[in-house]
């Protein structure tokens, strides 16, 4: 059975880069290894539903934080099956965001980490106790500072003429409560045993992870 790993942090800080040299070595020593990514745009209809109320498209629903992580959620339960298969193929499995991501982001919407409202537990209870989501056996906190993280995600957008700041992207006091939240996660280690990764202190990510 391959171990579980997730890849966490803001809108910009580097989710997918960090990914992708984390395959290119774990291949390079002779381990299997598979991504995923989370939300999945253009294959779960959930994930593209999310995505239409992030840009204004279905009213007022993005207004709702409980109806927005719904909808986060159940793209991870469709595809909670390909991930156990892939954990029974591959070493590991690498997923960049999942469960804690619809955590950080959802209580960040409702105060952040100074004000306790049971959201994080809710959505453990959801993702992992209703809908059997297999827990990560790590996640990665990529700890990007947040000016750099939204300079990247603002250069992101104005690469792509398709695509826009999403309001949770666009929202500078949104994604510093999310950090803080993340931050608390690591501290707790919610979920799972976290590693931080920070910019002034260089982490063997490979050995930690199937050490």
Avoid: C
């Amino acid at each position: 059975m391959g171990r579980l790993i997730v890849i966490e942090g803001l809108d910009g800080s580097g989710k997918q880069t960090l990914t992708k040299g984390l395959a290119e070595q774990a291949r390079a020593t002779g381990l299997g290894i598979t991504t995923m990514a989370f939300p999945r745009y253009g294959v779960d209809i959930h994930a593209d539903l999310v995505r239409d109320a992030l840009y204004g498209r279905l009213g007022d629903l993005s207004d709702s934080v409980y109806g927005t992580a719904l909808l986060f959620a159940l793209d991870r339960r469709a595809a909670a099956q390909e991930i156990r298969d892939r954990l029974t193929q591959f070493d590991l499995v690498v997923l960049d965001r999942y469960v804690s991501s619809n955590a950080a982001y959802g209580a960040a919407r409702l105060g952040g980490p100074e004000v306790d409202t049971g959201f994080p537990e809710w959505v453990l209870d959801l993702e992992i106790g209703r809908f059997g989501l297999p827990r990560p056996d790590r996640q990665v906190l990529l700890a990007t500072p947040r000016h750099i993280a939204a300079q990247r995600a603002a250069g992101r957008a104005e690469q792509d003429s398709s695509r826009s700041l999403d309001r949770f992207e666009s929202d500078a006091g949104l994604q510093e409560r999310t950090a803080a939240m993340y931050e608390r996660f690591a501290a707790e280690e919610f979920l799972s045993p976290w590693t931080v990764l920070r910019p002034d202190r260089p982490v063997d990510l490979l050995a930690e992870l199937v050490g």
